[in-house]
């Protein structure tokens, strides 16, 4: 199965939301900041919300992280569910809210032949 095309898109927080797949990622204003200006990998959080028998239980868990491409012109978001890619520039205008959103790319695992 491949991976579906992503939407990366700003809060009002200043953090990035990565949506995926019917699941809803997001990254912290402080990673982001990182990722950016110090090329620090930012950790990828889920935060799922369960309802049991009338009980409002939550959840957060790391599930990927994010990290600049070697070239450095791209960030690249890993997940459990797969890889995508979004060049810097876009990830940029995102984060600092110049941008709605951005599409992220799915990158496709090198097969062995």
Do not use: N
Not at 6 to 32: F, H, K, S
Not at 33 to 58: D, E, K, M, W, Y
């Amino acid at each position: 199965m491949t991976p579906e095309v992503g939407t990366l898109a700003c809060t009002a927080a200043g953090g990035l939301v990565v949506g995926v797949e019917a699941e809803v990622y997001r990254i912290a204003p402080e990673d982001v900041q990182g990722l950016i200006f110090a090329g620090r990998p930012a950790p990828v959080i889920l935060s799922r919300v369960r309802h049991v028998r009338g009980i409002v239980t939550g959840e957060v868990t790391i599930e990927g992280h994010a990290a600049l491409h070697p070239a450095g012109r791209a960030v690249v978001v890993h997940t459990r569910a797969g890889s995508w890619i979004v060049p810097l520039v876009s990830f940029r205008r995102v984060a600092r809210g110049e941008a709605a959103s951005a599409p992220l790319f799915p990158l496709i695992p090198e097969v062995g032949l």
